[in-house]
Antibody
Framework: QVQLQQSGPGLVKPSQTLSLTCVIS??????????WNWIRQSPSRGLEWLGR?????????EYAVSVRSRIIISPDTSRNQFSLHLNSVTPEDKAVYYC??????????WGQGTTVTVSS | EVVLTQSPGTLSLSPGERATLSCRAS???????LAWYQQKPGQAPRLLIH???IRTTGIPDRFSGSGSGTDFTLTISRLEPEDFAVYYC??????????FGQGTKLEIK
């Protein structure tokens, strides 16, 4: 049974970098079948897909246009996890952040969610 | 960018009744790559249906998805108490990848 366990701070200062990690159990970040995603949810923006990383003989990263200039999603094969780094955060980035496994062009396994507040 | 509009915003029904939720796309959904999720308070969304009509493993058969092109429907044939939640549709396209509808809240009448 695949499980995703998220970790990271719930409070980030404006202009700083939001960093979250998603540890995978029961599957591999290097899988040739799945993709590893970050999604966020807020009352103002609803559910918003941020980006993904996946391995198909080499690593690929794809990002939503809305955050493309300030996001990095990176795999860590030694720890079987992947991370989200979102820089230059503003109060608009306040949301619940989820990691998720992508299959069938949908997200079939979700992390537990991390509530992130942006405040000084 | 494909925009998904869900209706109604809120649906009030009783257990045992049939629920019909709609998801309309602003343009045709690529290969009918449309998914449905259920979300309960304080929980992550749960995938119910992918590719418009394929139930995920473990999802009861009272949930069914249909539609193609721009119009899609999630039907719950006989509502159980645990089905009252918020439902989202989601589509895939090559850019910006995944977009979600704004949700339909299914509440107990």
């Amino acid at each position: 049974q695949v499980q995703l366990q998220q970790s990271g701070p719930g409070l980030v200062k404006p202009s700083q970098t939001l960093s979250l990690t998603c540890v995978i159990s029961g599957d591999s970040v290097s899988s040739n079948t799945f993709a590893w995603n970050w999604i966020r949810q807020s009352p103002s923006r609803g559910l918003e897909w941020l980006g993904r990383t996946y391995y198909r003989s080499k690593w690929y990263n794809e990002y939503a246009v809305s955050v493309r200039s300030r996001i990095i999603i990176s795999p860590d094969t030694s720890r079987n996890q992947f991370s989200l780094h979102l820089n230059s955060v503003t109060p608009e980035d306040k949301a619940v952040y989820y990691c998720g496994r992508g299959q069938h062009n949908a997200i079939d396994v979700w992390g537990q969610g991390t509530t992130v507040t942006v405040s000084s | 960018e494909v925009v998904l509009t869900q209706s109604p915003g809120t649906l009030s029904l009783s257990p045992g009744e049939r629920a019909t939720l709609s998801c309309r796309a602003s343009q045709s959904v690529f290969n009918n790559l449309l998914a449905w999720y259920q979300q309960k308070p304080g929980q992550a969304p749960r995938l119910l249906i992918h590719d418009a009509s394929i139930r995920t493993t473990g999802i009861p058969d009272r949930f069914s998805g249909s539609g193609s092109g721009t119009d899609f429907t999630l039907t719950i044939s006989r509502l159980e108490p645990e089905d009252f939640a918020v439902y989202y549709c989601q589509q895939y396209e090559t850019s910006p990848m995944f977009t979600f509808g704004q949700g339909t809240k299914l509440e107990i009448k």
